[in-house]
Nanobody, 124 residues
Framework: QVQLVESGGGLVQPGGSLRLSCAAS????????MGWYRQGSGKQRELVAA???????NYADSVKGRFTISRDNDKNTVYLQMNSLKPEDTAVYYC??????????????????WGKGTLVTVAS
C-alpha cells in the first residue's frame, strides 16, 4: 500500500506565498512521476504541475512563472512553491503519484495514487 499525505495549505492574502508538501509512504522503491492537481468549487480537477524522477517538469499555463514544483527522491516527497497567489488559485490541492515501484515486488508498478487534499484559500 502507498499513502500520500499533503500539508501546507491554509489562508493567504492575494500576492502571498504558500509551500505545499506531499510525502509518500509505504513499500516504495521509487516513484516515476509526482504531481499536484487542484479542484476549485464547482470545477473539474485540473493539473497544476508535475515532475518526473529525473526532474522534468510540466506546468499549467495559469501557474507558469508563479509556481515551482520540486521533489526529494530520497524522501519520496514533492513540493509546490506557490508565489503571487491569486483568488482564482483557491482550491483543494491534491498530490498524485504514478509509476510507483514497490520494494517487495520489483518490476511491478502502481499507478494513480492520490492524497486526500489540502485546502488553499486566497482571500483578503
Amino acid at each position: 500500500q502507498v499513502q500520500l499525505v499533503e500539508s501546507g495549505g491554509g489562508l493567504v492574502q492575494p500576492g502571498g506565498s504558500l509551500r505545499l508538501s506531499c510525502a509518500a509512504s509505504g513499500s516504495i522503491f521509487s516513484i516515476n512521476a509526482m504531481g499536484w492537481y487542484r479542484q476549485g468549487s464547482g470545477k473539474q480537477r485540473e493539473l497544476v504541475a508535475a515532475i518526473t524522477s529525473g526532474g522534468s517538469t510540466n506546468y499549467a499555463d495559469s501557474v507558469k512563472g508563479r509556481f515551482t514544483i520540486s521533489r526529494d527522491n530520497d524522501k519520496n516527497t514533492v513540493y509546490l512553491q506557490m508565489n503571487s497567489l491569486k483568488p482564482e488559485d483557491t482550491a483543494v490541492y491534491y498530490c498524485r503519484a504514478d509509476g510507483v515501484e514497490y520494494t517487495d515486488s520489483p518490476g511491478e508498478y502502481g499507478m494513480n495514487y492520490w492524497g486526500k487534499g489540502t485546502l488553499v484559500t486566497v482571500a483578503s
